[in-house]
């Protein structure tokens, strides 16, 4: 991410280390710190208790996990029991599975001795290209940010829903990607951006984010988008992913398909950023079949925030006694998404397009 000039990664490798440094975003936007994942149970820890989340950074950080775990014991069994462990930590974004399918792939059949380097190798292999996809997707985003620029004349709305940016991915982001590409070349964007209750990851990470990068922003509850669209005021909504359907299906943060709807009932153009390990050919119905996971009643009973004096605090919300409940993902219909913004082009969220454009996904799904 961008920070005080400086380019930041969520998740690094210091060269030549067996552990790896990630941006603690349990402590954002008030703290700015880092914490070192040394072992399998550290790196699980902190995909479950979202110190770090988004779909393709938790693919990431499993990875570095599953190679550090061989570090530790690079036998079939012990290999085994990690790759239980991380892929139980979140059941909705499936880069978890892809990236823990892709280490366990890459060690198979290699001697023990040979096992944690190369797992290493090939966790910085998906954290590099994580980084090329994303700017792939920022830069044909970026050719519809141009497009609006140019019909309007004028600077460009864009609305998205919880964090998809740098803090998601290992940088850049997806559906920020084209934002950030849109700043480069200095084509003048604005965010609206989604709180994204109930942990806030808008208000909090994405906000961050764009204070950070220098990008004009305006923070919004969660249900002011229709009012927002219906007065002309969103030319586009671009949103991430942590699963999509081979039939188009878009699996993400809860509330994003109450924004979809609501972008058809405007005609405002509503995209995805999917990148293709977020793709999941195995699954044909999205909405039917997509895992959707339900999160603790702390998120929706308590918020967190700092107090006038400075400190950090939570407090309860809902009385006591009132059940709760917490979803943290919705499936958004392909008919309501306009496009898939790839890191191979823009498609269209069906089962035709997505398998032409990646037919070494289906290929090994089938
Ligand atoms: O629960 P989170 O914060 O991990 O949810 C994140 C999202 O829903 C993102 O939009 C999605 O992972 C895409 S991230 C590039």
């Known amino acids: 991410m961008r920070l005080n000039g400086q380019t930041i990664r969520s998740i690094r490798r210091p060269p030549g280390a067996r552990h790896v440094t990630i941006i603690d975003q349990t402590r954002l936007p008030f703290a700015f710190g880092t914490a070192d994942l040394t072992d399998a149970n550290a790196a699980a820890r902190a995909i479950r208790d979202m110190l770090v989340r988004g779909a393709p950074l938790i693919g990431t950080t499993a990875a570095y996990g599953l190679a550090m775990a061989l570090d530790a014991d690079p036998s079939d069994s012990a290999l085994a029991d990690a790759r239980a462990l991380l892929a139980a930590t979140r059941p909705t974004a499936i880069n978890l599975a892809w990236a823990l399918d892709r280490i366990v792939a890459t060690v198979a059949g290699l001697p023990p001795a040979e096992r944690a380097g190369a797992a290493f190798a090939e966790a910085d292999a998906i954290a590099e290209e994580d980084v090329a996809?994303?700017?792939a997707i920022g830069r044909h985003g970026l050719a519809l940010i141009e497009r609006l620029h140019r019909r309007h004349g004028r600077l460009v709305n864009i609305l998205t829903h919880c964090n998809a940016g740098a803090l998601a991915a290992v940088d850049l982001g997806t559906a920020l990607a084209p934002v950030y590409a849109a700043q480069d070349a200095g084509i003048p964007v604005h965010v609206f951006v989604d709180e994204t209750r109930p942990r806030n990851q808008g208000a909090s990470l994405t906000a961050f984010e764009l204070v950070s990068a220098g990008i004009p922003h305006t923070v919004i509850p969660d249900n002011t988008g229709g009012h927002l669209m219906q007065h002309g005021m969103v030319d586009l909504c671009i949103v991430g992913t942590d699963r999509?359907?081979?039939?188009g299906d878009v699996a993400n943060k809860i509330g994003t398909y109450l924004k979809a709807l609501a972008a058809r009932d405007n005609r405002?153009?509503?995209?995805v950023a999917l990148p293709s390990p977020t793709l999941d050919p195995a699954i044909a119905d999205g909405v039917r079949d997509i895992p959707i996971e339900q999160r603790g009643a702390a998120e929706v009973t308590h918020m967190t925030g700092r107090t006038a004096y400075g400190r950090i605090e939570t407090v309860r919300i809902v009385p006591d006694g009132s059940?709760?409940?917490n979803y943290g993902f919705d499936v958004t219909p392909a008919r309501l998404v306009t496009g898939l913004i790839t890191e191979r082009g823009v498609i269209a969220a069906n089962r035709m397009a997505i398998a032409a454009a990646f037919p070494?996904?289906?290929?090994?799904a089938a």
């Open 360 to 364: 070494d996904r289906f290929v090994r």
């Open 323 to 325: 059940p709760v409940a």
């Open 133 to 135: 996809i994303n700017a």
């Open 244 to 247: 999509v359907a081979a039939n």
């Open 268 to 271: 405002v153009p509503f995209y």
